[in-house]
């Protein structure tokens, strides 16, 4: 898989709001599910947030819930990510990337990242 681009990080205020890009169309399969993933620091474990599988069901990870929403164009060119509610402990970097459609959300174990687009929460 080609590494998604991601983009739309910024310091935000805990509460406040961010809105996240992920530019999918160049992802080799489209026989594939486009998540959104965050490491929290260097050498934390990656963790996924939210993705969106390739029939347009859409996931949420609980710890997320009511407050990220993602979206997508028609053709899953773009992937959106928009995060509510901002607090601390959701800063990091932030991933999106094309899996197998089917593998499951929770493995992280993929070699293909891209730059990842960073947040910070500040209090």
């Known amino acids: 898989q080609v590494p998604l681009v991601e983009s739309g990080g910024d310091l935000v205020q805990a509460g406040g709001s961010l809105q996240l890009s992920c530019a999918a169309s160049?992802?080799?399969?489209?026989?594939?599910?486009i998540g959104w993933y965050r490491q929290p620091a260097p050498g934390k474990r990656r963790e996924w947030v939210a993705?969106?599988?390739?029939?347009?069901?859409?996931m949420i990870a609980d710890s997320v819930k009511g407050r990220f929403t993602i979206s997508t164009d028609n053709a899953m060119n773009t992937v959106y990510l928009r995060m509510d509610s901002l607090k601390i402990e959701d800063a990091g970097v932030y991933y999106c990337?094309?899996?197998?459609?089917?593998?499951?959300?929770?493995?992280?174990?993929?070699?293909?990242w891209g730059q990842g687009t960073q947040v910070t929460v500040s209090s």
């Open positions: 993705g969106v599988m390739r029939d347009g069901e859409i």
């Open positions: 160049g992802r080799t399969s489209k026989n594939s599910d």
């Open positions: 990337l094309a899996k197998p459609s089917g593998a499951p959300w929770s493995f992280v174990g993929y070699e293909r």
